[in-house]
């Protein structure tokens, strides 16, 4: 589940390295809304940081925009469905459905969004409730947020560094693991067993703890599994009644398929075709496996801002103080605490001078966002059973839902200066310059290589301020200018950015919380791999075509076929040849496998693997060759293509021990 919908989302990026990489090889990664509320025209919202004065946030007014909105937005996008749910003071100021929760098919008839009956999968604001289930044992005197997690865990964690992982750490996303696909969202069968998902082939750990915010599902699930193993009560039914049913949140569940009485009640998720898909079970039950209406959310947002709602509170308000206030410091985290920083569990998502708290989450069909004002003591929820025709249709949606609601209810009092010399941001934005990818990335095994798309490049404009192309979280470049020591603030926007630099040297960029950008490796910058991986599979290619040609027309000119030496080297050259550019091949075909959550069997990979080995030990017969030939003196064209095909032998195998193509592990 990702937290949101950027244009590094992992599917994204999956899905463009695939077709780069089929590319390279060949060469050398909509059903209608329903029936709606008539639309009305919408003020359009003030410019960023500008004085305004807000709405009246009232039922009226609140639906009034709802519907001057969302209707023609799933229009134009293709989005079958949305369901939303606002609060203030603890009272539900309304939840509305729009469009479709079955668009219908056959005989069966098309059923309008009923924010109260249909459950719509939250994704990873189900976090927010593994959060909450935390600090709920920690109030108790169960928990300790800043000791070792393995004092809770029957099975061992990867360590990397000798500092202990804490819960802190794992609500933080600041725990240094590194991602993992596998087994995160499928379509067959129950929940998988918590224990058996985490203690699998855990992901490396690869940032020393509280350093480096890396989104990570498999922290949330962990810190989930603590609840698991200190309340001695399986997750989900910890939760269900002790948070949703506290909560009042009768109609929502972790359970994987849904209960009976709910099953009927749940809202059809649809591909940007339009085609309904199945229900999805989603691996790290914690992380993201919540379904609930919109009316749920709405008492779950109004318990998360100290109404009593349902049962009774979830947290005492020091506990729910200590969860929505900034969790780690300058300590750890140096100047990138200057930032938006998480607090526990929730991501500090604040606008026009105001302090909000939120979480967004995918499926691969439903796609969500919450946010609370802790001092409003209001909040907004939207979800969305469909991505779009187009790949950012629903992050963009919800984008103008929550900063919307933002812009209208609680706009800026006042513009917000800027605060350093020019001399000073000349300076940092010099140290800023290069090419950045993202903190949550893996790093040991094949998908290594999705680091190779969704870069960032940054670069000086207009003297000390910063292009970033493309801009964080965004298709498009953005222009930032330094507000204040080593942060930086979207111009013309409201996008804060913090960065920690060493010996006058950028080494990270945090842009949202939980989110980081870190410099490339010159090993593994694109002005290195592009050249030397698309000319060596270019020239390993035309070699295997050059096979066959060559042996027509030495026929047709009834040239002798050649002589005996060197023909061991030359045949072990080949097949060198045939591994490299099958490997390629094989590793493209796992890569858009992988992009559509698809599993990619261990023996595929291992065979995968040999033929790439194979091609790497090519490297030796490959050099006999062409010294064998130089030493025969048979010719420059043959001297030539000998010296191409090490060398093309030599980029292929650099390639696949940087990019971990070899490595032991396989586990992705």
Same mark, same amino acid.
């Given at each position: ?89 603890? %009272? ?85 693991? %590194? ?141 729910? %103080? ?198 490339? %490796? ?147």
């Amino acid at each position: 589940m990702s937290r949101h919908d950027p244009a590094r989302s992992r599917a994204s990026r999956l899905r463009r390295l695939g077709a780069a990489l089929v590319a390279t090889v060949a060469v050398a990664t909509a059903a209608g809304c329903g029936a709606a509320p008539t639309a009305r025209s919408v003020p359009t919202p003030p410019a960023p940081g500008a004085p305004a004065d807000p709405a009246a946030l009232n039922a009226a007014d609140v639906d009034a925009w709802l519907d001057g909105l969302l209707p023609a937005a799933l229009q134009r996008t293709g989005i079958p469905g949305a369901t939303v749910a606002v609060v203030r003071d603890g %009272e539900i100021l309304t939840a509305r459905g729009y469009g479709h929760a079955d668009t219908g098919s056959g005989t069966s008839q098309p059923v309008p969004v009923d924010p109260d009956r249909h459950l719509f999968r939250v994704g990873s604001v189900a976090k927010l409730v593994t959060a909450v289930a935390v600090l709920q044992l920690v109030q108790g005197g169960d928990l300790e947020l800043d000791a070792d997690v393995d004092e809770y865990l029957d099975f061992t964690v990867p360590r990397r560094y000798d500092e202990p992982v804490t819960l802190r750490h794992l609500l933080t996303h600041t725990a240094g693991f %590194e991602e993992r696909v596998a087994g995160l969202i499928g379509s067959d069968g129950n929940s998988p067993d918590l224990r058996t998902v985490l203690a699998t082939d855990p992901p490396e750990q690869i940032y020393r703890p509280g350093t480096t915010p890396a989104y990570s599902n498999y922290s949330n699930a962990l810190a989930g599994y603590v609840v698991e193993r200190v309340s001695g009560t399986p997750f989900e039914e910890y939760v269900d009644r002790n948070v949703l049913a506290r909560a009042g949140m009768a109609s929502s569940t972790f359970a994987q398929p849904l209960p009976q009485a709910l099953a009927d009640r749940v809202a059809k998720g649809y591909d940007a075709a339009g085609v309904a898909g199945p229900f999805e079970i989603v691996g790290t039950v914690p992380a993201g496996a919540l379904s609930a209406p919109a009316t749920d959310m709405a008492r779950f947002m109004s318990a998360l801002t100290g109404e009593t709602v349902g049962e009774g509170p979830l947290l005492d308000p020091p506990t729910r %103080e200590l969860m929505q206030r900034p969790a780690l410091d300058a300590t750890s985290l140096g100047t990138l605490a200057d930032g938006p920083r998480m607090t526990l569990g929730l991501f500090d998502e604040s606008r026009n001078g105001r302090r909000i708290l939120g979480h967004g989450g995918d499926t691969k069909y439903f796609h969500s966002h919450l946010q609370i004002y802790p001092q409003e003591r209001a909040g907004i929820f939207v979800s969305l059973n469909g991505g779009g025709r187009g790949g950012f249709d629903s992050h963009e949606l919800r984008q103008a839902v929550v900063n919307g609601f933002a812009d209208r209810y609680f706009p800026a009092t006042s513009d917000q200066p800027t605060g350093v010399d020019a001399e000073t941001s000349a300076a940092h934005a010099a140290a800023a310059v290069g090419t950045y990818a993202d903190s949550r990335r893996i790093d040991s095994n094949f998908l290594t290589t999705i680091g190779l798309v969704g870069r960032t490049t940054v670069s000086v404009a207009d003297d000390n301020r910063l292009l970033f192309e493309p801009g964080p979280l965004s298709a498009t470049p953005a222009l930032y200018e330094e507000v204040a020591p080593w942060v930086w603030r979207e111009v013309g926007g409201q996008r804060t950015i913090a960065m920690r630099a060493t010996d006058d040297r950028v080494t990270a960029i945090s842009y949202d919380s939980a989110f980081t950008l870190l410099p490339v %490796e010159p090993a593994r910058a694109t002005a290195v791999v592009a050249p030397v991986l698309g000319v060596s599979v270019l020239v390993l290619a035309l070699t295997v075509l050059s096979w066959p040609f060559g042996a027509l027309v030495r026929r047709v000119l009834g040239r002798p076929r050649r002589d005996r030496a060197g023909r061991t080297a030359r045949v072990l050259s080949r097949v060198a040849v045939a591994g490299a550019l099958l490997a390629l091949t094989g590793w493209a075909v796992s890569v858009v496998t992988v992009m559509g959550l698809q599993d990619v069997s261990a023996a595929s990979l291992r065979t995968i693997q040999a033929l790439q080995l194979i091609g790497l030990l090519g490297v030796l017969p490959a050099g006999l060759r062409l010294v064998d030939d130089v030493r025969r003196r048979v010719g420059w064209h043959r001297v030539t293509a000998s010296a191409l095909v090490l060398l093309a032998l030599a980029g292929t195998g650099w390639f696949a021990v940087e990019f971990m193509l070899l490595a032991p592990n396989i586990s992705y």
